[in-house]
């Protein structure tokens, strides 16, 4: 018998707000978390504009001395577990604390900490290296680092599925509730990718905006969009198994229900033609669910703003839902947050969760030329009241990772 599986707590930190109320009351406002790049000279690169966290401070988390032992990603990610963990109102001690997990994924891991080390390197020597680089660079510390801060002793694992991290880290963790391997999971994922390298290497592959207005450069569905913009941040839900989280009386926001995972075996980033792999992972969703395409309401895309991505997104929802693809809902955030790569399915969870809870729909803001290809309603530049009851996350990743989470209303 499977366990039932709900969400009883949400943190975030994203280019939106330093939690998850200021970031989901932006995304419903329409705001824009996009930017002139700051945080590297934008003279250097041919993309100008990025989604910076702004204003964030960890020593409001974690002292200084143990701060500067971890990279910025590790930072968002133990910040967003924190508040997440305190949202649910969760008490982990000596009781229960190997009943709780942590499952937190990365895309990339501390590449700031391996830039700003191997220059070090470069210059003075191997001597002069610090000894926590290694494990300030490995992406499995985030969740190394939360379980030790929390004091969570159950499954700890990370997933580095590049775009599709914290979808399939949710989805992984679902899994290790629903078939009894614990009470409770701490999980998404977080990212920190505005550095040097990274930015060149995305530059370089030509997947980046070259769009210098920050107010249309992330513009997903729209004909004239040319890229993604890259952001940062970390999104954390706290999964709990129904009748735990009943007994102590939790806050519930929806139920997660369906999860599915596939690969293109296609192209190292380029979708597979059609979305095919994003097909599989929407249907094998809805089935574990125990849903028809019929019941989803509302899809919170990938939607990157590149040309292919959203293209072939928008073809693999037609041949999911047939029909019921014109009468769906769906929207890509990514229009105000960016694209926070590993972190983006983590963010687009509480997104997706929220929806259902208050019955609103996030839109797609900066959509002005309707593209031939991309002809589904893509709830347009201002949020849109809408009793849901059943909706999908989508991620879709560099490798050929598809990933989709679904959720329903909790009744």
Avoid at 60 to 88: G, I, L, P, S, W
Avoid at 200 to 214: I, V
Avoid at 389 to 407: C, D, E, M, P, R
């Amino acid at each position: 018998m499977k366990k039932r599986v709900v969400v009883t707590g949400i943190g975030a930190v994203s280019p939106l707000g330093n939690d998850a109320a200021a970031t989901w009351k932006n995304v419903l406002a329409g705001k824009s978390g996009v930017g002139p790049l700051t945080r590297l000279n934008p003279d250097e690169y041919s993309a100008k504009v990025a989604a910076e966290v702004k204003g964030f401070d960890i020593e409001n988390y974690v002292e200084r001395k143990e701060a500067r032992k971890m990279d910025r990603f590790t930072h968002y990610a133990v910040a967003a577990a924190m508040m997440a963990v305190k949202d649910a109102e969760l008490k982990i001690d000596d009781s229960n604390a190997d009943q709780i997990g942590v499952w937190v994924g990365s895309g990339i891991g501390g590449l700031e900490t391996f830039e700003n080390q191997f220059e070090v390197f470069q210059k003075r020597g191997y001597r002069r290296v610090s000894p926590f680089f290694v494990p300030m660079m490995i992406p499995d510390m985030a969740t190394g680092q939360i379980s030790i801060y929390l004091g969570a002793k159950g499954v700890n694992s990370c997933t580095v599925t590049a775009c599709a991290t914290g979808t399939n880290s949710i989805g992984d963790a679902f899994k290790v509730i629903q078939r009894g391997d614990a009470t409770a999971m701490i999980a998404g994922g977080a990212e920190a990718p505005i550095t040097r390298m990274s930015v060149a290497g995305f530059c370089a592959n030509t997947a980046l905006s070259t769009n210098p207005d920050p107010e249309t450069a992330s513009r997903p569905f729209d004909l004239n969009r040319d890229g993604f913009v890259i952001g940062e941040g970390a999104g954390i839900v706290v999964l709990e198994e129904l009748e735990h989280a009943l007994s102590r009386g939790a806050h519930i926001y929806a139920e997660i229900v369906g999860y599915g995972s596939t690969g293109d075996a296609h192209h190292i980033t380029a979708p597979a033609p059609g979305g095919e792999g994003g097909v599989r992972a929407m249907k094998i969703a809805i089935q574990d669910a125990g849903l028809v395409p019929e019941d989803i309401d509302y899809i919170n895309a990938h939607g990157t703003s590149t040309p292919y991505n959203d293209k072939y997104e928008t073809m693999a929802v037609k041949e999911v839902f047939g029909d019921h693809a014109y009468k769906l809902a769906m929207s890509s955030t990514k229009s105000m947050t960016g694209h926070l790569l590993g972190a983006a399915g983590g963010v687009e969870a509480i997104f997706s969760v929220l929806a259902l809870k208050e019955g609103i729909l996030p839109p797609t803001m900066n959509y002005e030329t309707p593209d031939p290809d991309c002809d589904l309603d893509y709830v347009v530049n201002e949020a849109r009241k809408a009793d849901i009851k059943a909706v999908l996350s989508n991620s879709l990743g560099f490798g050929g990772h598809n990933a989709t989470i679904a959720f329903k209303k909790y009744e």
